[in-house]
């Protein structure tokens, strides 16, 4: 089993900066691909961003492209998304991800993946 807490989330104007983080436990997770998805109140979850297990291979949502980078680090167990330039429409709670799969795939459909956090709420004020 992997425990995944996401952490850093919080309040921002619009235009700011928030850095989330994804600690794993109970299973080290270098060999899982990993992804952020979001919830806002009313919608469905929507993909983000996913980085694959080997060589940091990434993809991201058209809608976040250019303004979210996702990295890993293996060594503390660790996954983040860097959020700029933030807008209102970024209002969601943001969820991470862990997926036993091909090592240099990269998963967009929540559906395939195996475990989730908890999901860390972020605002974006106008």
């Known amino acids: 089993q992997v425990q995944l807490v996401e952490s850093g989330g919080g309040l921002v104007q619009a235009g700011g900066s928030l850095r989330l983080s994804c600690a794993a436990s109970g299973r080290t997770v270098s060999s899982y691909a990993m992804g952020w998805f979001r919830q806002a109140p009313g919608k469905e979850r929507e993909f983000l961003a996913t980085i694959s297990a080997r060589d940091a291979i990434t993809h991201y949502a058209d809608s976040v492209k250019g303004r979210f980078t996702i990295s890993r680090d293996n060594a503390k167990n660790t996954v983040y998304l860097q959020m700029n330039s933030l807008k209102p429409e970024d209002t969601a709670v943001y969820y991470c991800?862990?997926?036993?799969?091909?090592?240099?795939?990269?998963?967009?459909?929540?559906?395939?993946?195996?475990?989730w956090g908890q999901g860390t709420q972020v605002t974006v004020s106008s």
């Open positions: 991800a862990a997926k036993v799969g091909v090592y240099y795939n990269v998963y967009i459909d929540g559906k395939t993946y195996d475990f």
